[in-house]
């Protein structure tokens, strides 16, 4: 059980395009879920947190405008990169955790790599 | 606020060995710890976790981490290596008393199995 998917799983795209990336929870309810971003040879660094059915909550230096986060039911969560530029090539990774025994622990996706030329 | 510290940021031991990772927590409540592993172009997999039940814990893949409060250490260890353990290991604490608590994670340890 708790299986997180993500899609795609890698993405190639043009400066100033938009991507989405979807995240799902395929076998539990995520009544939250998190999108992280991580760098080469680091760690992962929160960008924004959501609830279902509510406005994400972004962490301090995150532009809400350029990374627009959906999570409109309690399986499906997306990250959207608005205008998308090369500092913005990273390893995307969305994880969740729901009710019932799936609240103490924060179930990751296989993560997205995202390549902007 | 809470925050994690992993001591070593690469770790090489032989086929066979101990493997210890090391990670200290700061926390001003009682905390939830996590080790997460990250093989090369993949998400997180958890390994184990504490959450204020038994302090010795045991995971997947023969790891185990004892929570000790008092040294406010949460270290990983397994008794053998095998090559397939290398891989990014992370440790995150959380304050899981309020639902949707984010993880804060340490920068990681790369671990390299020799033969």
């Known amino acids: 059980g708790a299986v997180v998917s993500q899609h795609p799983s890698w993405v190639i795209c043009k400066s100033g395009t938009s991507v989405k990336i979807e995240c799902r929870s395929l076998d539990f309810q995520a009544t939250t879920m998190f999108w992280y971003r991580q760098f080469p040879k680091q760690s992962l660094m929160l960008m924004a947190t959501s609830n279902e059915g509510s406005k994400a909550t972004y962490e301090q230096g995150v532009e809400k405008d350029k990374f627009l986060i959906n999570h409109a039911s309690l399986t499906l969560s997306t990250l959207t990169v608005t205008s998308a530029h090369p500092e913005d090539s990273s390893f995307y990774i969305c994880?969740?955790?729901?009710?019932?025994?799936?609240?103490?622990?924060?179930?990751f996706g296989p993560g997205t790599r995202l390549l902007v030329l | 606020a809470q925050s994690v510290t992993q001591l070593g940021s690469h770790v090489s031991v032989s086929e066979g060995a101990l493997v210890l990772l090391r990670c200290n927590y700061s926390s001003s409540v009682p905390p939830y710890l996590f080790w997460y592993v990250q093989y090369p172009n993949q998400g997180l997999q958890l390994l184990l976790k504490?959450?204020?039940?038994?302090?010795l814990v045991k995971g997947i893949n023969g790891f185990e981490a004892e929570f000790k409060k008092s040294e406010t250490s949460f270290h990983l260890t397994k008794p053998s290596a095998h090559m397939s353990d290398a891989a990014e290991y992370f440790c995150a604490v959380s304050d899981l008393t309020q639902a949707g608590t984010a993880l804060i994670f340490g920068k990681g340890t790369t671990l390299s199995v020799s033969s």
């Open positions: 994880s969740a955790s729901g009710a019932g025994g799936y609240q103490e622990t924060q179930y």
């Open positions: 504490y959450t204020s039940a038994a302090t």
